[in-house]
């Protein structure tokens, strides 16, 4: 269940941490982020986000709040290499990953990025345990990693029992769960989700939740999600409001 202790310790925007808690330094920092779409046809820009400036510190679970078109799935396709901003920087363990190029990206996220989304992006002609397996072959893991590495990432989301179910015999939850198990088994340092638990009733959500706090302490990771959720917001080590494409201000 939720560690409702955790709230006690919880930040809020506008300050981005400057440090961790434990001096340990970020592994990700974003300076001065912008990002604007041109409109289709008329020839005028989008204005996303207007001056990101912020930093994530090892295993921490960050959320992103703010409402609907505010900029919260653009700022994290940012994060995660899938997207390059306009103006400003993005440092990912020590790397300038908002001037790599695409192939440079997409070897650091195979690598150390793992992504959730709302609609769980499972293949639903495979089991759990295939779905898994199928996230190692493609992040290049040695197949003779397989099959210990399968177990354990289903194990730790708590589907020993359910490995050899398809997507349709689970329960969102457990969908969701498959994910997580999906987006970790390569062992990357940072997930991103987005809206992971807005498909789920709230006992769902808080198991995934659960499963979040579990992995960052047993997997070393950082996680960073987007939620509209404020009972989920109760378990963040800090929350970032985002309103007119910055971070929201006091
Ligand atoms: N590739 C794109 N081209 C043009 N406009 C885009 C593109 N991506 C996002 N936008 C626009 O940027 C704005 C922010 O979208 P974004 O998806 O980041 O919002 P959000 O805060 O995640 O919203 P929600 O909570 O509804 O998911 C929206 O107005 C959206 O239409």
């Given at each position: 269940?939720?560690?409702?202790?955790?709230?006690?310790?919880?930040k809020t925007s506008p300050e981005?941490?400057?440090?961790?808690?434990?001096?340990?330094?970020?592994?990700?920092?974003?300076?001065?982020?912008?990002?604007?779409?041109?409109?289709?046809?008329?020839?005028?820009?989008?204005?996303?986000?207007?001056?990101?400036?912020?930093?994530?510190?090892?295993?921490?679970?960050?959320?992103?709040?703010?409402?609907?078109?505010?900029?919260?799935?653009?700022?994290?396709?940012?994060?995660?290499?899938?997207?390059?901003?306009?103006?400003?920087?993005?440092?990912?363990?020590?790397?300038?990953?908002?001037?790599?190029?695409?192939?440079?990206?997409?070897?650091?996220?195979?690598?150390?990025?793992?992504?959730?989304?709302?609609?769980?992006?499972?293949?639903?002609?495979?089991?759990?345990?295939?779905?898994?397996?199928?996230?190692?072959?493609?992040?290049?893991?040695?197949?003779?990693?397989?099959?210990?590495?399968?177990?354990?990432?289903?194990?730790?989301?708590?589907?020993?029992?359910?490995?050899?179910?398809?997507?349709?015999?689970?329960?969102?939850?457990?969908?969701?769960?498959?994910?997580?198990?999906?987006?970790?088994?390569?062992?990357?340092?940072?997930?991103?989700?987005?809206?992971?638990?807005?498909?789920?009733?709230?006992?769902?959500?808080?198991?995934?939740?659960?499963?979040?706090?579990?992995?960052?302490?047993?997997?070393?990771?950082?996680?960073?999600?987007?939620?509209?959720?404020?009972?989920?917001?109760?378990?963040?080590?800090?929350?970032?409001e985002?309103v007119?494409?910055?971070f929201a201000s006091k």
């Amino acid at each position: 269940m939720i560690n409702w202790a955790r709230a006690a310790n919880r930040k809020t925007s506008p300050e981005p941490q400057t440090q961790s808690t434990d001096g340990s330094k970020p592994i990700l920092t974003v300076s001065g982020v912008e990002r604007s779409f041109p409109f289709t046809g008329a020839g005028g820009q989008l204005h996303v986000l207007k001056g990101i400036d912020m930093a994530l510190y090892p295993l921490q679970l960050v959320m992103l709040k703010g409402r609907s078109g505010s900029g919260k799935t653009t700022l994290l396709n940012l994060l995660g290499g899938l997207d390059q901003p306009n103006k400003g920087e993005i440092i990912f363990l020590d790397q300038p990953f908002h001037k790599a190029g695409d192939d440079k990206r997409t070897q650091i996220r195979r690598k150390e990025i793992g992504f959730i989304f709302q609609s769980y992006a499972l293949m639903p002609l495979l089991s759990a345990w295939e779905n898994v397996e199928l996230a190692l072959r493609m992040a290049g893991v040695p197949r003779s990693q397989w099959k210990q590495r399968v177990t354990h990432c289903l194990e730790l989301v708590g589907l020993s029992k359910r490995m050899h179910h398809r997507p349709f015999e689970l329960s969102g939850g457990e969908q969701q769960r498959v994910a997580i198990a999906k987006a970790i088994a390569h062992k990357p340092c940072l997930l991103l989700a987005d809206e992971p638990t807005a498909e789920l009733d709230s006992q769902m959500g808080a198991q995934v939740m659960s499963v979040f706090r579990d992995i960052i302490t047993t997997e070393q990771v950082t996680i960073c999600m987007t939620t509209h959720d404020p009972t989920i917001m109760e378990v963040a080590d800090h929350v970032f409001e985002m309103v007119d494409g910055k971070f929201a201000s006091k």
